[in-house]
């Protein structure tokens, strides 16, 4: 579904709930995020999750349909725009206090998304989505094509800090990444995101990575649907 006929269908939902505050959120929300990713910008912020508690359907039905199409949204924004994992301003600030300043490296970066928000941050991917899910991807800024080790090795011992968002959970090159960082006894930090033995990265990975979540990281960082990623420092 392009991004234009999904906000169309999010308006007719908010005049149906115009009384119902709870709907309104959450329609706003997505709005928010839709209308900022059509100008290739980040929404300012993510503080909502599009799901409804069983209290509020139970209260009102109504907002059964309403959930179903809010939960369109992360296909929406995986066709027409190429990305998989909503970052907002507020995060990417924080995230910039936390590594501070120094060369940073995107693995898997899809359309540079991140990257178009951090200077000095490389932006690499071996762009295989491509053609699958979005079949035009518009890259915010240049993405290196790039596999994850060839990054790695070209990069990886030059930068400061490492991010992986959303690696998928059909192959096992996250753990690769992680054992070629061991190997080479790299000291920055490795920043993931994704749901813990979930929809992200492979059962290896998680099983071997040691993991932390730092506050800082996480205040602003918002679930946004039934897949509850989170961000991980790994060592």
Known sequence: MRSEDYLKKLTSYQIKMANLQCGLERITQARQIIEAYQRQQLPQEVKTKLLFSEEELFNHPELMALEDELLNLRQVVIEDFGIWHIFSQEWVADLKEYVGPGLGLELMAGNGVLSASISELIATDNLDWAGQDNESPQAWQRVEQLDAISALERYGLKANYIILAWAPDTSQIDWEVLNWLRTKHWS????VIGERNGATNSSKFWQ????????LLNRHHQAIDFINDEVFLVK
């Open 188 to 191: 920055g930090k490795f920043i």
């Open 208 to 215: 071997e990575a040691n993991l932390l979540k730092p506050r």
